[in-house]
């Protein structure tokens, strides 16, 4: 009887150390996919922030003073800006459009369309995005002619598994570029 008590007591102390070695893989499991999710989402946003950056940097002029809204529910944002070395002025549109909504949250993804072709742009990871045009003192302003600024706000987050998100990556900017209203 004892040996069988023995042996039950053992069998029993070895599932338990079996689980818990289970359970902590896959919590490092979980925890790598995380980072690497963060990791991706870290590269989008820089590359979408890259882009903008490069945009508006060139800016000549704007055609509108805030978002405007779109037929699927999105809105846009246009202006004309050089690109690099290239003095052509091209229209820039970034369009927001909604691309779902995963545990609660909105989820949308960055359409860039460069005179009329869609030329680039964010995944379906953007959660809030805000563009708009501004005086010299960061006051909103009623007539492109008064633009000095443009204000640039986006936060991102990647959905991962059934329930959970990665934590969220905000970047925001101002630019001061020569605006000139051509």
């Known amino acids: 009887m004892h040996i069988l008590l023995d042996k039950l007591g053992a069998a029993l102390i070895s599932a338990v150390l ?5 359970n902590v893989n896959m919590r490092n499991e979980q925890a790598m ?19 903008l950056r490069r945009d508006l940097q060139g800016i000549a002029s704007v ?26 002025k091209r229209t820039i549109v970034y369009k927001k459009v909604p691309a ?8 949308s ?17 953007i959660t809030d995005w805000e563009i708009s045009a501004m005086n010299e003192d960061a006051g909103s302003i009623t007539d492109t002619d008064d633009a000095a600024q443009i204000y640039v706000r ?3 987050a990647s959905p991962i598994f059934e329930t959970e998100t990665v934590e969220s990556i905000r970047w925001e900017s101002r630019f001061f570029p020569p605006l000139r209203n051509e």
Request: hydrophobic share 30%; net charge negative; charged share 20%.
């Open 18 to 22: 079996f689980l818990l070695v289970f």
């Open 109 to 125: 993804s960055i359409e860039r369309v460069v005179d009329g072709t869609v030329s680039g742009g964010s995944s379906d990871i």
């Open 63 to 88: 055609n509108n003073i805030t978002e405007t809204s779109t037929e699927d529910g999105g809105s846009q944002f246009s202006f004309e800006s050089r690109i690099g070395l290239d003095t052509t």
């Open 154 to 156: 986006f936060e991102a």
């Open 33 to 51: 996919t995380e980072t690497t999710a963060f990791y991706s989402l870290t590269q989008q946003t820089e590359n979408l922030a890259k882009i």
């Open 100 to 107: 779902g909504i995963y545990h609660g949250t909105q989820f």
